[in-house]
Protein backbone atom coordinates (compact mmCIF):
# COMPACT_ATOMS: atom_id res chain seq x y z
CA UNK A 1 0.00 0.00 0.00
CA UNK A 2 1.50 3.19 -1.10
CA UNK A 3 2.28 5.64 1.58
CA UNK A 4 -0.05 8.64 1.34
CA UNK A 5 2.51 11.14 2.80
CA UNK A 6 4.71 10.46 -0.69
CA UNK A 7 2.33 12.89 -2.56
CA UNK A 8 3.80 15.83 -0.33
CA UNK A 9 7.45 14.65 -0.24
CA UNK A 10 9.74 17.48 -2.11
CA UNK A 11 11.44 17.64 -5.57
CA UNK A 12 13.60 15.02 -5.91
CA UNK A 13 12.89 12.86 -2.74
CA UNK A 14 9.21 13.22 -4.48
CA UNK A 15 10.02 11.94 -7.45
CA UNK A 16 12.57 9.25 -6.66
CA UNK A 17 9.28 7.72 -4.58
CA UNK A 18 6.76 8.21 -7.16
CA UNK A 19 9.05 6.61 -9.78
CA UNK A 20 9.11 3.45 -7.50
CA UNK A 21 5.58 3.54 -7.12
CA UNK A 22 4.45 4.41 -10.60
CA UNK A 23 6.18 1.42 -11.84
CA UNK A 24 4.40 -1.08 -10.54
CA UNK A 25 1.25 0.81 -11.06
CA UNK A 26 2.08 0.82 -14.37
CA UNK A 27 2.15 -2.88 -15.35
CA UNK A 28 -0.82 -3.47 -13.22
CA UNK A 29 -3.29 -2.02 -15.73
CA UNK A 30 -5.30 -0.40 -12.32
CA UNK A 31 -7.03 1.49 -15.25
CA UNK A 32 -8.74 -1.01 -16.80
CA UNK A 33 -9.36 -2.86 -13.48
CA UNK A 34 -11.11 0.15 -12.21
CA UNK A 35 -13.29 0.35 -15.47
CA UNK A 36 -14.11 -3.43 -14.83
CA UNK A 37 -14.94 -3.04 -11.41
CA UNK A 38 -17.23 -0.30 -12.00
CA UNK A 39 -19.18 -2.30 -15.59
CA UNK A 40 -19.88 1.48 -16.47
CA UNK A 41 -21.10 1.36 -20.63
CA UNK A 42 -19.75 4.73 -21.05
CA UNK A 43 -15.75 6.02 -22.10
CA UNK A 44 -13.09 5.38 -19.43
CA UNK A 45 -12.34 8.90 -19.33
CA UNK A 46 -16.28 9.33 -18.56
CA UNK A 47 -16.18 7.48 -15.76
CA UNK A 48 -12.60 8.66 -14.05
CA UNK A 49 -14.59 12.15 -14.49
CA UNK A 50 -17.61 11.05 -12.31
CA UNK A 51 -14.60 9.56 -9.60
CA UNK A 52 -12.03 12.21 -9.46
CA UNK A 53 -11.96 14.93 -7.05
CA UNK A 54 -11.73 18.22 -8.35
CA UNK A 55 -8.85 19.14 -6.07
CA UNK A 56 -6.65 16.75 -6.21
CA UNK A 57 -5.78 15.41 -2.61
CA UNK A 58 -8.85 16.00 -1.45
CA UNK A 59 -12.11 13.99 -0.43
CA UNK A 60 -10.37 10.36 -0.16
CA UNK A 61 -13.15 8.77 1.43
CA UNK A 62 -15.70 10.39 -0.07
CA UNK A 63 -14.42 9.25 -3.85
CA UNK A 64 -13.99 5.46 -2.36
CA UNK A 65 -17.34 5.41 -1.07
CA UNK A 66 -18.62 6.74 -4.87
CA UNK A 67 -16.61 3.76 -5.82
CA UNK A 68 -18.31 1.38 -3.76
CA UNK A 69 -21.61 2.32 -4.38
CA UNK A 70 -21.10 2.61 -8.55
CA UNK A 71 -19.87 -1.33 -7.49
CA UNK A 72 -22.37 -2.24 -5.57
CA UNK A 73 -25.42 -0.78 -8.21
CA UNK A 74 -23.86 -2.41 -10.97
CA UNK A 75 -22.24 -5.82 -9.75
CA UNK A 76 -23.51 -6.39 -6.35
CA UNK A 77 -22.22 -7.06 -2.78
CA UNK A 78 -18.83 -8.95 -4.20
CA UNK A 79 -17.40 -6.41 -6.25
CA UNK A 80 -17.87 -3.85 -3.70
CA UNK A 81 -14.75 -4.27 -1.77
CA UNK A 82 -12.89 -4.94 -4.98
CA UNK A 83 -13.65 -1.46 -6.52
CA UNK A 84 -12.66 -0.04 -2.70
CA UNK A 85 -9.01 -1.36 -3.10
CA UNK A 86 -8.70 -0.42 -6.76
CA UNK A 87 -9.64 3.34 -5.29
CA UNK A 88 -7.77 3.19 -2.09
CA UNK A 89 -4.06 2.89 -4.36
CA UNK A 90 -5.79 5.28 -6.94
CA UNK A 91 -6.12 8.05 -4.49
CA UNK A 92 -3.94 7.42 -1.64
CA UNK A 93 -1.28 9.34 -4.07
CA UNK A 94 -2.66 11.39 -6.34
CA UNK A 95 -0.04 11.97 -8.64
CA UNK A 96 0.09 7.93 -9.25
CA UNK A 97 -3.51 8.16 -10.22
CA UNK A 98 -2.99 10.81 -12.80
CA UNK A 99 0.13 9.48 -14.16
CA UNK A 100 -1.59 6.00 -14.75
CA UNK A 101 -4.43 8.37 -16.43
CA UNK A 102 -1.75 9.61 -18.63
CA UNK A 103 -0.50 6.08 -19.94
CA UNK A 104 -4.43 5.84 -21.44
CA UNK A 105 -5.09 9.31 -23.14
CA UNK A 106 -4.00 10.39 -26.76
CA UNK A 107 -0.91 13.35 -27.35
CA UNK A 108 -3.94 15.80 -28.04
CA UNK A 109 -5.34 14.96 -24.28
CA UNK A 110 -2.05 15.09 -22.88
CA UNK A 111 -1.11 18.64 -24.47
CA UNK A 112 -4.93 19.94 -23.65
CA UNK A 113 -4.39 19.57 -20.27
CA UNK A 114 -1.24 21.18 -20.34
CA UNK A 115 -2.79 24.44 -22.00
CA UNK A 116 -6.31 24.14 -20.89
CA UNK A 117 -5.64 21.74 -17.07
CA UNK A 118 -9.49 21.25 -16.88
CA UNK A 119 -11.62 19.88 -14.22
CA UNK A 120 -8.17 17.53 -13.20
CA UNK A 121 -5.70 20.46 -12.33
CA UNK A 122 -4.87 23.79 -13.34
CA UNK A 123 -2.65 25.81 -14.79
CA UNK A 124 1.10 25.23 -13.30
CA UNK A 125 0.95 22.15 -12.12
CA UNK A 126 -0.98 20.45 -14.71
CA UNK A 127 2.38 21.48 -16.99
CA UNK A 128 4.24 20.24 -14.56
CA UNK A 129 2.46 16.84 -13.63
CA UNK A 130 2.93 16.42 -17.36
CA UNK A 131 6.80 17.04 -17.68
CA UNK A 132 7.25 14.93 -14.31
CA UNK A 133 4.84 12.26 -16.56
CA UNK A 134 7.15 11.94 -19.44
CA UNK A 135 10.78 11.97 -17.35
CA UNK A 136 9.12 9.55 -15.10
CA UNK A 137 8.04 7.45 -18.22
CA UNK A 138 11.45 7.99 -19.99
CA UNK A 139 13.61 6.76 -16.95
CA UNK A 140 11.33 3.36 -16.99
CA UNK A 141 11.45 2.56 -19.91
CA UNK A 142 15.32 3.27 -20.74
CA UNK A 143 16.57 1.16 -17.68
CA UNK A 144 16.47 -1.65 -20.15
CA UNK A 145 18.82 -0.26 -22.20
CA UNK A 146 21.48 1.58 -19.85
CA UNK A 147 20.69 0.03 -16.25
CA UNK A 148 19.04 2.36 -13.00
CA UNK A 149 22.62 3.42 -11.88
CA UNK A 150 23.78 5.23 -15.24
CA UNK A 151 20.85 6.67 -16.40
CA UNK A 152 21.89 9.96 -14.83
CA UNK A 153 25.58 9.90 -16.71
CA UNK A 154 23.21 8.87 -19.86
CA UNK A 155 21.71 12.27 -20.21
CA UNK A 156 24.82 14.09 -19.15
CA UNK A 157 26.59 12.56 -22.26
CA UNK A 158 23.07 13.16 -24.44
CA UNK A 159 23.34 16.54 -23.42
CA UNK A 160 26.99 17.13 -23.38
CA UNK A 161 27.24 15.91 -26.78
CA UNK A 162 24.38 17.88 -28.01
CA UNK A 163 22.63 14.29 -29.28
CA UNK A 164 19.32 13.20 -28.97
CA UNK A 165 17.02 9.97 -28.76
CA UNK A 166 15.42 9.10 -31.95
CA UNK A 167 13.54 6.36 -33.72
CA UNK A 168 10.23 4.90 -32.97
CA UNK A 169 11.39 4.76 -28.85
CA UNK A 170 11.42 8.88 -28.98
CA UNK A 171 7.85 8.98 -30.70
CA UNK A 172 6.85 5.82 -28.58
CA UNK A 173 7.36 8.58 -25.45
CA UNK A 174 4.86 10.78 -27.06
CA UNK A 175 1.85 8.60 -27.52
CA UNK A 176 0.95 6.28 -25.03
CA UNK A 177 -1.38 4.38 -24.25
CA UNK A 178 0.61 2.21 -26.17
CA UNK A 179 3.99 3.48 -25.10
CA UNK A 180 4.68 0.35 -22.87
CA UNK A 181 5.05 -1.52 -25.89
CA UNK A 182 8.75 -0.06 -26.86
CA UNK A 183 10.95 -0.98 -29.43
CA UNK A 184 14.59 -3.19 -28.60
CA UNK A 185 16.25 -0.60 -30.29
CA UNK A 186 17.31 2.55 -28.80
CA UNK A 187 18.35 5.13 -31.53
CA UNK A 188 20.46 8.16 -30.74
CA UNK A 189 21.32 10.69 -33.21
CA UNK A 190 24.53 12.44 -32.94
CA UNK A 191 26.43 15.61 -34.70
CA UNK A 192 29.56 14.55 -36.35
CA UNK A 193 33.06 14.22 -34.72
CA UNK A 194 30.48 12.87 -31.60
CA UNK A 195 30.51 9.08 -31.62
CA UNK A 196 33.87 8.93 -29.93
CA UNK A 197 31.89 9.94 -26.48
CA UNK A 198 29.23 7.47 -26.62
CA UNK A 199 31.81 4.94 -27.55
CA UNK A 200 33.51 6.04 -24.52
CA UNK A 201 30.72 6.17 -22.18
CA UNK A 202 29.19 2.95 -23.49
CA UNK A 203 32.64 1.28 -23.17
CA UNK A 204 32.82 2.23 -19.28
CA UNK A 205 29.03 1.37 -18.45
CA UNK A 206 30.59 -2.38 -19.78
CA UNK A 207 28.33 -2.61 -22.80
CA UNK A 208 29.76 -4.24 -25.44
CA UNK A 209 29.67 -3.26 -29.42
CA UNK A 210 27.82 -5.85 -31.68
CA UNK A 211 29.72 -8.05 -33.37
CA UNK A 212 27.53 -7.92 -36.62
CA UNK A 213 27.90 -3.95 -37.53
CA UNK A 214 25.47 -3.28 -40.66
CA UNK A 215 27.00 -0.40 -41.81
CA UNK A 216 24.51 2.33 -43.69
CA UNK A 217 21.74 1.59 -45.20
CA UNK A 218 21.62 3.23 -49.26
CA UNK A 219 18.75 4.61 -48.25
CA UNK A 220 20.16 6.86 -45.68
CA UNK A 221 23.85 7.68 -47.26
CA UNK A 222 22.96 10.91 -47.78
CA UNK A 223 22.16 11.86 -44.29
CA UNK A 224 24.06 9.97 -42.28
CA UNK A 225 27.73 9.89 -41.69
CA UNK A 226 28.37 6.28 -39.49
CA UNK A 227 26.38 4.07 -37.40
CA UNK A 228 27.25 1.61 -34.22
CA UNK A 229 25.73 -1.07 -32.55
CA UNK A 230 25.68 -1.89 -29.54
CA UNK A 231 24.38 -4.70 -26.79
CA UNK A 232 22.18 -3.57 -23.79
CA UNK A 233 21.95 -4.54 -20.69
CA UNK A 234 18.97 -5.98 -21.29
CA UNK A 235 18.89 -9.86 -24.04
CA UNK A 236 18.19 -8.93 -27.07
CA UNK A 237 17.96 -5.25 -26.66
CA UNK A 238 20.50 -2.95 -28.84
CA UNK A 239 21.85 0.95 -28.75
CA UNK A 240 22.77 2.13 -32.16
CA UNK A 241 24.41 5.35 -32.31
CA UNK A 242 23.49 7.19 -35.21
CA UNK A 243 26.46 9.84 -36.65
CA UNK A 244 25.01 12.85 -38.63
CA UNK A 245 26.12 13.59 -41.91
CA UNK A 246 26.59 17.09 -40.55
CA UNK A 247 26.56 19.26 -37.46
CA UNK A 248 22.89 18.99 -37.41
CA UNK A 249 20.37 16.02 -35.66
CA UNK A 250 17.64 17.71 -38.58
CA UNK A 251 19.79 15.84 -41.76
CA UNK A 252 19.26 11.91 -40.07
CA UNK A 253 15.72 13.04 -38.92
CA UNK A 254 14.41 13.91 -42.21
CA UNK A 255 16.11 10.94 -43.65
CA UNK A 256 13.55 8.31 -41.64
CA UNK A 257 11.30 5.93 -44.35
CA UNK A 258 8.31 6.87 -42.21
CA UNK A 259 6.57 10.36 -40.27
CA UNK A 260 6.15 8.38 -36.93
CA UNK A 261 10.51 8.45 -36.67
CA UNK A 262 10.66 12.17 -37.47
CA UNK A 263 10.35 12.97 -33.98
CA UNK A 264 13.70 13.67 -31.36
CA UNK A 265 13.83 13.85 -27.72
CA UNK A 266 16.94 15.98 -26.44
CA UNK A 267 18.17 16.75 -22.70
CA UNK A 268 15.43 18.70 -22.70
CA UNK A 269 12.85 18.95 -25.08
CA UNK A 270 11.08 17.09 -27.60
CA UNK A 271 11.22 17.90 -31.24
CA UNK A 272 8.45 16.45 -33.70
CA UNK A 273 7.97 17.57 -37.58
CA UNK A 274 4.83 15.49 -37.95
CA UNK A 275 3.24 16.22 -34.53
CA UNK A 276 -0.40 16.39 -36.19
CA UNK A 277 0.21 13.27 -37.65
CA UNK A 278 1.66 11.74 -34.55
CA UNK A 279 -1.76 12.92 -32.60
CA UNK A 280 -3.57 11.65 -34.81
CA UNK A 281 -1.69 7.81 -34.71
CA UNK A 282 -1.14 8.13 -38.80
CA UNK A 283 2.11 7.67 -40.18
CA UNK A 284 2.93 8.64 -43.73
CA UNK A 285 5.87 6.87 -45.90
CA UNK A 286 8.67 9.13 -47.80
CA UNK A 287 10.41 8.30 -50.85
CA UNK A 288 11.28 5.07 -49.58
CA UNK A 289 9.06 2.28 -48.55
CA UNK A 290 9.03 0.96 -45.06
CA UNK A 291 11.09 -1.99 -44.56
CA UNK A 292 8.62 -4.55 -44.33
CA UNK A 293 9.08 -5.73 -40.47
CA UNK A 294 9.07 -1.90 -38.99
CA UNK A 295 5.35 -1.70 -41.05
CA UNK A 296 4.80 -4.88 -39.07
CA UNK A 297 5.89 -3.24 -35.66
CA UNK A 298 3.92 0.22 -36.27
CA UNK A 299 0.81 -1.71 -36.66
CA UNK A 300 1.64 -3.31 -33.71
CA UNK A 301 1.33 -0.13 -32.34
CA UNK A 302 -1.86 1.08 -33.14
CA UNK A 303 -0.71 3.39 -35.75
CA UNK A 304 -2.48 3.90 -39.32
CA UNK A 305 0.16 3.58 -41.91
CA UNK A 306 0.10 4.43 -45.24
CA UNK A 307 2.37 5.18 -48.55
CA UNK A 308 -0.72 7.63 -49.79
CA UNK A 309 -3.00 10.49 -48.53
CA UNK A 310 -5.84 8.85 -51.06
CA UNK A 311 -7.44 7.89 -47.45
CA UNK A 312 -7.04 10.74 -45.60
CA UNK A 313 -10.19 12.47 -45.09
CA UNK A 314 -9.46 15.50 -44.62
CA UNK A 315 -7.02 18.45 -46.11
CA UNK A 316 -3.42 17.64 -45.76
CA UNK A 317 -2.45 21.28 -44.42
CA UNK A 318 1.38 21.79 -43.73
CA UNK A 319 1.63 17.59 -43.68
CA UNK A 320 0.83 17.77 -47.49
CA UNK A 321 3.93 15.43 -48.70
CA UNK A 322 3.97 17.91 -52.08
CA UNK A 323 4.76 20.90 -49.21
CA UNK A 324 8.58 21.79 -49.08
CA UNK A 325 9.40 22.40 -45.41
CA UNK A 326 12.15 23.81 -43.53
CA UNK A 327 12.92 24.15 -40.42
CA UNK A 328 14.82 27.76 -40.23
CA UNK A 329 14.18 29.07 -36.79
CA UNK A 330 11.87 26.10 -35.99
CA UNK A 331 9.31 27.41 -37.76
CA UNK A 332 6.29 24.31 -38.20
CA UNK A 333 8.50 22.14 -35.83
CA UNK A 334 6.18 20.71 -32.39
CA UNK A 335 8.15 21.63 -29.57
CA UNK A 336 7.52 20.53 -26.13
CA UNK A 337 9.59 21.27 -22.72
CA UNK A 338 10.51 18.24 -20.35
CA UNK A 339 13.02 19.94 -18.42
CA UNK A 340 15.46 17.09 -18.60
CA UNK A 341 16.80 14.19 -15.67
CA UNK A 342 17.36 17.16 -13.48
CA UNK A 343 14.53 19.56 -13.90
CA UNK A 344 17.28 22.22 -14.46
CA UNK A 345 15.59 23.65 -18.22
CA UNK A 346 12.56 26.17 -17.71
CA UNK A 347 10.26 26.37 -20.79
CA UNK A 348 12.93 29.16 -22.78
CA UNK A 349 15.77 27.66 -22.33
CA UNK A 350 18.10 27.10 -25.11
CA UNK A 351 19.19 23.94 -24.15
CA UNK A 352 18.78 20.81 -26.02
CA UNK A 353 17.73 23.03 -29.85
CA UNK A 354 19.51 20.59 -32.05
CA UNK A 355 18.96 22.41 -35.40
CA UNK A 356 17.48 25.71 -35.05
CA UNK A 357 19.85 27.35 -38.02
CA UNK A 358 19.49 24.82 -40.76
CA UNK A 359 18.59 25.74 -43.89
CA UNK A 360 18.24 22.43 -45.53
CA UNK A 361 14.32 21.49 -47.37
CA UNK A 362 12.73 18.82 -47.83
CA UNK A 363 9.47 17.07 -48.87
CA UNK A 364 8.19 14.20 -48.71
CA UNK A 365 6.59 13.11 -52.20
CA UNK A 366 6.02 15.13 -55.81
CA UNK A 367 2.38 14.37 -55.37
CA UNK A 368 -0.75 14.22 -53.26
CA UNK A 369 -3.76 11.56 -53.60
CA UNK A 370 -5.81 13.34 -51.35
CA UNK A 371 -9.09 15.15 -53.29
CA UNK A 372 -9.46 17.17 -50.47
CA UNK A 373 -6.25 18.65 -50.99
CA UNK A 374 -5.97 21.82 -52.43
CA UNK A 375 -1.93 21.54 -53.27
CA UNK A 376 -2.54 18.17 -54.82
CA UNK A 377 0.14 18.84 -57.67
CA UNK A 378 1.38 21.88 -56.49
CA UNK A 379 5.36 22.58 -56.06
CA UNK A 380 4.63 24.78 -52.56
CA UNK A 381 6.48 25.95 -49.14
CA UNK A 382 4.72 24.88 -46.56
CA UNK A 383 6.37 27.67 -44.58
CA UNK A 384 7.62 31.43 -46.22
CA UNK A 385 11.65 31.21 -46.82
CA UNK A 386 12.04 34.74 -45.51
Given amino acids: MPDPKSSVIANQGRQSLLIQEYEGLASDSIVEDFASVSNLQVSRCHFLTFVVPHKMGGHRQKQIKVARQTAYDREGKRMRSRAAAVANRFFSIPELFMYQLLLHCSLGAVMNLIT ?21 NQRSLLKPFVGDSDLVDFYKVLESSSSAIAGSFAS ?13 DLNIFTPRGQLFIWRDFLDHID ?3 SQKQPGVDRRYLHTTHNHIVYHAKTKDF ?10 SLFTPLIGATTTLNTTICTAAKFYSLYGGLLSQRRALEGWFPTPVRKAVAIGKRRYRSSFSTASWQRPCGIHCPVLWRHVRG ?13 KQHGDFSEAGIPFSDTDMKWRLGDSCSN ?7 GNYFAIPRD
Avoid at 120 to 133: I, M, S, T
Avoid at 238 to 247: G, R
Avoid at 334 to 341: A, K, L, M
Wanted: aromatic share 14%.
Fill in 172 to 184: GLLTPPYSLSMTQ
Fill in 371 to 377: VNCPWRH
Fill in 238 to 247: TITITESKDN
Fill in 116 to 136: DGGFLCQGHYARNLVKDFFAI
Fill in 330 to 342: LDGVGIFTWGGYD
Fill in 207 to 209: LVA
